[in-house]
């Protein structure tokens, strides 16, 4: 029984119970669930009804019906809309309820993952309007024997799905024309929707009349497009029934023992019109399907069990007959007298409908005047408010005329300054150009003096005999040297500038320097002299000591050579010096950056903590909502990002946010923000690789705009994938397998280290990223020049990764995926060098991979090298799959 004592069916009934049963014992797996919603909305009744059985908890956003200024930051306009983490968004009851429903049956897949099940169609119908679908959205995406185990018999799965699409397709469609039928009921209707809605008063009183007499009409539209019966009860009513039959005698809900997600879809639908009057004639008008079959029986049992007997004639006394013919009239009297009155509470009923329409019409016209006082009274106050602003804007005229004055005497007095200033400057400026013009004097004497010097060191000016030429070339070219020097400094004065005190200190110096290099060569070559004086008297004496010393100097030589071959074959087991000193100040660098927002990151009130999520939500929402849909999209997250990062508000769920909102929270946002790049690529390009493009494209121009982020892209991107380096970490003494397997970029959590498909999978999506940030360019820069972080890196990474020692599957499986996004970028820009280097990666590198590879990872190797071999054979790489074009921005 319900509130007013009529028979729920025992679907409906059943379905109350067990969701406030399921609710207390079920998990939310871990989920951040926020509901927007109009509470009357029968497709948000259904979400209500799916969460609330599985004991979800969520927060509820009551969203205004007639300005929906809280979904204003979405560009889908409609209810419900079901935020999941704070940064996925999932549209549609149906794909709501599928895409969550999936996740709590095996939650191995992310909610990203499961959202590209269901992608959005968009569409114009016949009158020319956009409509969006979304596809599978009554299927749960679930392995074979998930889905056994869910569906255990032949046919529940095909059965759910179609009284779900019924419930979508024609059960909600009979709401409306039920609960606006009359005027009184939409009056009642509007009544409970203003009482729950969120409205204004006056909105209210508005919204009540305007909005029941508008959907009154709006109803009988209704009917006509679904083609109901002029009482649309009867839709209604053979709708139920049809349902309770569909379930039958033998089950208890749909789903059997325990409601399915048809079940919940069905009472989230018609929950809606509980305690109107469309809900009251529902539970008198239908029946359970037991009572009907028990009906049903109980008059068979009659018909059978009756005797059958001949026909025959009986006669009645006179008597009889005349109480018969009494009973008769008897009879008519009284349905007379029933007819009477049934024409009676006819009239009275119309009476009291004419009364109820005249009292409406009354409570119209009340509201009209009281709307109509509203507005003269808001017109006299505005009336009033422009005479005291036309006095209080007289006043200010007056105040700004003597400010005005004032700010011409003050004018006038720097005026003078700034005279006096620049007599003072030009004067100082005088006295420049004397001081350079000596200055340059001084320059091209010392020049001329330097220049004469060098060529006194020149060895080509002495010969063998005179001096020891071997001796005098370093002494030559320090002099050479100097001369740049000093020919640098007079290119500068050449170009219109004169030298500086700085300038001259060098040039001084390198005449110093010259002097004492003259008077070294000058030391040598007298020195020499007197060598070879020597030399010519003990030359036969020391020629065998000669002859052995040449001997063992060519011994000396080979060996040299020997070992710089096998220095040639080798190769290192990391990264050069300067590399892991690059990689080490990237890390310093964001470190320093977590440092310096600490207060955010351990925010110690309520409103810091909340003003943390708004600005994360601000910095990551944008990113994750990066795809290759249109180019105009891009542009336009692309500008929002750009404008936080650079401390203008942006509008986020109907409020304004900003980094100058917090002393520090533009290192929150910039380190926020490259985080949620490199994450991107972890995840989002890990499992569709072409997304890594237009990613990249944004990554590109944020990073030429705040330089900082793009350093913090980096620094996040070595940790998580440190072959990115590249850089094949050492394991520390001291240091756990568990936190070494993390420094490799392993995830590592209670249940054990992640496995080497999903791990491999992970470093291609951030290596994809990374060769698609090296050659994109943001088009709509206004700097010239390659990209911030150009092609020359990826060369760089290229070359050390084939002086390092491979690693098995990973170094095949990292190249492929570098090579097939970046190939054909490096080979338009380094041509010839770029063929040397895939011939030595062929013929001396790939050898090493296949030695360092067992038999059962063999599956990257191959890809490997059947893409070098194609391209060899090609003479080309092939542009990557899902490289934006020209055409894309126009999109």
Known sequence: MDSEGHTVPAGLRIHQHLAKEESKASKDGGLNLTLYQY?????????????????????????????????????????????????????????????????????????PELIRYYPELKSVNEKGKKVTEFSNKYWLMLSEEENLKMYPEKGMQKEEMKWRQWADDWLVHLISPNVYRTPGEALESFDYIVREGKFGTYEGVFAKYVGAAAMFFISKGLKKRHNLQDDVR?????????????????????????????????????????????FDDMMENTKDLDEETDGHAKEDDVIVSSPTSPPSISLQSPKAMEMAGCIIKFEKKQ???????????????????????????EQLKRFEELMELKQRQEHQAIRDMMDREAKESIGRQEKLKEEH?????????????????????????????????????????????????????????????????????????????????????????????????????????????????????????????ETKKKQLEQEQECQRQVELQVQQEAQKAAAQLAKAKAQKKGIQNSADDSTIKWYEEL?????????????????ANAQTKKLKQELQK?????????????????????????????????????????????????????????????????????????????IAMVASG????HPQVGELILAHLHKKCPYAVPHYPAMKDGSTVEDYQRLLGYRVDSSGVEDQNSFL??????????????????????????????????????????????????????????????????????????WKLIRLLKEEYLPRIEAVTCAGQMGSVIRLKNFIEGALRSRTISPPKGQLSAGFWRS
């Open 335 to 361: 349905r007379e007298k029933a007819q009477m009155a049934l024409r009676l509470r006819e009239e009275m009923q119309k009476k009291m409908v004419a009364e109820v329409a005249r009292s409406e019409s």
């Open 234 to 278: 009867q839709d209604l009513y053979k709708a139920v029934n049809a349902w309770i039959a569909a379930i039958g005698k033998k089950r208890k809900f749909m789903g059997g023992d325990q409601p399915n997600l048809a079940d919940l879809a069905v009472f989230g639908v018609l929950r809606v019109m509980e305690g109107l009057q469309a």
């Open 587 to 603: 890390q310093e660098k964001a470190s320093q950056c977590a440092q310096s927002f600490q207060d955010l990151s351990s925010p």
């Open 39 to 111: 509470k009357t909305c029968p497709f948000c009744s259904k979400v209500r009804a799916f969460l609330d059985y599985q004991g979800l908890p969520y927060e509820i956003v009551e969203v205004n019906p007639v300005m929906r200024q809280e979904i204003k930051w979405s560009t889908y306009r409609k209810v419900p809309i079901l935020m999941v983490n704070e940064d996925v968004q999932l549209n549609d009851s149906s794909v709501i309820i599928s895409c969550l429903k999936t996740y709590l049956v095996n939650n191995n897949k992310g909610m």
């Open 702 to 705: 944020i990073w030429e705009q």
């Open 405 to 529: 004055r004032h700010r011409m005497k003050v004018i006038n007095l720097r005026l003078r300054e700034a005279a006096q200033q620049r007599l003072r400057q030009a004067e100082l400026e005088r006295q420049r150009q004397v001081e350079g013009r000596e200055r340059l004097r001084n320059l091209n004497t010392i020049q001329e003096e330097i220049l004469q010097l060098n060529q006194q060191l020149d060895p080509s000016t002495l010969s063998k005999d005179d001096a020891p030429l071997a001796s005098l070339t370093p002494l030559s070219a320090r002099g050479n040297q100097l001369c740049s020097q000093v020919s640098e400094v007079v290119r500068r004065t050449a170009e219109g500038e004169f030298p500086s005190m700085g300038d001259m200190s060098v040039v001084e110096r390198a005449l110093q320097d010259m002097r004492a290099l003259i008077q070294l060569m000058q030391e040598e070559v007298n020195k020499f002299q």
């Open 761 to 834: 999978k992970k470093m291609s999506g951030m290596i994809r990223l990374y060769a698609a940030i090296i050659q994109q360019k943001w088009p709509f820069s206004s700097k010239q020049g390659p990209p911030p972080h150009a092609l020359n890196h990826g060369w760089r990474w290229l070359a050390q990764m084939l002086n390092m020692e491979p690693v098995s599957d990973i170094t095949s499986t990292l190249l492929f995926e570098f090579l097939e996004v970046c190939g054909n970028a490096l080979m338009s820009q380094y041509r010839d060098q770029f």
């Open 618 to 694: 601000a910095a990551t929402i944008p990113v994750s909502q990066i795809s290759s849909n249109s180019g105009s999209q891009v542009k336009e997250l692309f500008d929002k990002i750009d404008q936080f990062l650079s401390g203008q508000p942006v509008m986020l769920e109907g409020k304004s946010v900003s980094t100058s909102m917090h002393p520090q929270a533009q290192n929150f946002a910039f380190y926020k923000v490259a985080e949620k790049f490199v994450k991107q690529g972890e995840e989002e390009v890990a499992s569709h690789f072409e997304a890594a493009f237009p």
